[in-house]
């Protein structure tokens, strides 16, 4: 125990320092039993061997001490009096004291959770969400004695665990409708069970029995004017005493709401990381599309006039091209190949051109997109819930290149035999499609870097210019939306494209 603050007449030497949790001194006695203790006389009892000098200039005859216990039961400190007379206190002095170590507690709670607050708020501006989830499942199993906190959040139909103590693993689903917290975060609102090992409602019975759990209390994250639920902060107790009183309350709903301000700051880094991308690439394409615009230009000055002097030399040597039919061929071969190169740079360059976004109907584009790509007899695509979905904000012949680039990735992960599966919906104010195969799959620690311009991944396969995967985040990037990949490296791949609804 460590002394916080020290008040009386002619103090000259306060005693500080810190004893240890024993029965070797009075405080010790009173901290190690948790029960008040008055004593008239320290001089004339059994406590005299334990009495600790409040002051060393001071000679006390008689003290009074109670313990600061929280509504948990947990040992905050004591609080005593000393007095150089004899039989200074009495039983409403008892009561008195102990009425003040309640407001006392009350403060400790206070300052210690305004100060775990504001330690979150700085963490929330400098750190990972992340590692804001870890310290705030720490702070809530720490101020409510509890066996163990976890925090949820939701992801489609699901919770998945962001940050556990103790019990879970990170990454652990459950089902966000039949689960006890998937209740909190449906109805809006904190939650306690008093038995989760009898609740059917609680999803992991087994790992309450193994961890001895027996009270839940629950406490949805809410963002936002409309409270969405984006998860749940919950503890767990082993103590069968432990109830939900407006303390724990509190403490609980603070910290789902700093929870809750982690993931929604966690957005808008996400968006404005989206934003600035987006602006970086508009303006790259920018220059590249004038880049590109003059190349055609010169392009066309010279390779242009190759099947225009073709058709001089044949009009002026037609009788030696009757000849001579080897150069008659190789001259429709050059004009031939001048035309095509022509072509093939036309069709490229205009990639790098700005984009009309317009709406754009994701069924017709995939259709379009299919028809464009050479299937080989052991590769299957399916298709589903496309035919329903709103008109995306896009542009439609590079979007179908996106779709032709994925699927050629695919073909080449599964050395062309396998399935492809392609299907959509809408969440919120997007359109969200799923192009999933069945090969080998993606390491996760490949994730971000497959999507780099300079990777060259063996399972990875260049689109039409020449730029893998970079290309097809560069267009979704293009068109206000995003794209990620989805893997355990073991049973295929899912590469899931996030497209703004047309209105938007």
Request: net charge negative.
């Amino acid at each position: 125990m460590i002394t916080q603050a020290v008040a009386g007449d002619r103090l000259a030497q306060p005693a500080v320092e810190a004893l240890p949790i024993n029965e070797n001194t009075i405080t010790g006695w009173v901290a190690v039993h948790r029960q008040p203790l008055l004593i008239p006389d320290i001089m004339h009892s059994s406590w005299a061997n334990r009495y600790y000098p409040l002051d060393r200039e001071l000679t006390m005859r008689s003290e009074l001490a109670v313990p600061l216990l929280n509504a948990a039961g947990r040992l905050e400190g004591v609080l005593n009096l000393e007095s150089p007379q004899t039989g200074a206190f009495s039983e409403d002095d008892r009561i008195l004291l102990q009425s003040l170590a309640t407001q006392a507690v009350i403060a400790i709670q206070e300052v210690r959770l305004l100060d775990a607050l504001q330690e979150v708020s700085r963490r929330l501006l400098t750190e990972s969400p992340q590692n804001v989830f870890r310290r705030i499942v720490a702070i809530a199993s720490e101020r409510l004695d509890a066996a163990t906190s976890a925090l949820w959040l939701r992801h489609e139909d699901e919770l998945v665990l962001a940050a556990v103590d103790r019990g879970y693993r990170v990454g652990d689903r459950i089902p966000l409708a039949h689960s006890l917290t998937g209740q909190a975060l449906l109805q809006r609102r904190t939650l306690f069970c008093p038995d989760i090992q009898q609740d059917e409602r609680f999803a992991r019975p087994e790992q309450a029995r193994i961890h001895g759990w027996r009270q839940a209390l629950i406490a949805p994250l809410l963002t936002g004017e409309h409270e969405e639920a984006v998860g749940a902060l919950s503890v767990y107790s082993s103590d069968d005493h432990f109830q939900p009183d407006d303390w724990a309350l509190k403490v609980l709903t603070l910290l789902a709401h700093q929870a809750a301000l982690a993931v929604r700051h966690a957005e808008h880094q996400r968006a404005l990381r989206l934003a600035q991308e987006q602006q970086a690439i508009a303006e790259t394409f920018a220059a590249v599309g004038d880049i590109a615009a003059n190349l055609m230009h010169r392009l066309n000055n010279k390779i242009g006039i190759i099947p225009v002097r073709v058709d001089g030399m044949r009009d002026k040597a037609a009788d030696v091209l009757l000849q001579h039919p080897y150069l008659a061929r190789n001259l429709d071969a050059i004009a031939e190949s001048a035309v095509e190169a022509m072509q093939i740079m036309s069709e490229n360059l205009s990639y790098l051109r700005p984009i009309d976004l317009a709406p754009v109907n994701v069924a017709a584009t995939v259709a379009e997109a299919r028809q464009q790509v050479d299937w080989p007899e052991g590769v299957q695509l399916h298709v589903q819930g496309l035919a329903s979905l709103p008109a995306v904000w896009a542009g439609r012949r590079r979007l179908a290149l996106v779709f032709s680039n994925l699927w050629e990735n695919a073909m080449a992960a599964m050395q062309k035999q396998g399935e492809i599966f392609v299907s959509g919906e809408q969440i919120g104010s997007w359109v969200q499609i799923r192009v999933r195969d069945n090969g080998p799959g993606i390491d996760p620690r490949l994730h971000e870097r497959i999507f780099e311009l300079n990777y060259s991944g063996a399972s990875s396969r260049s689109g039409k210019l020449g730029f893998g995967l970079w290309w097809v985040k560069t267009l979704m990037a293009r068109f206000g939306g995003r794209v990620w990949v989805e893997s355990d490296g073991q049973h295929g791949a899912t590469f899931i494209l996030q497209l703004p609804l047309a209105k938007q």
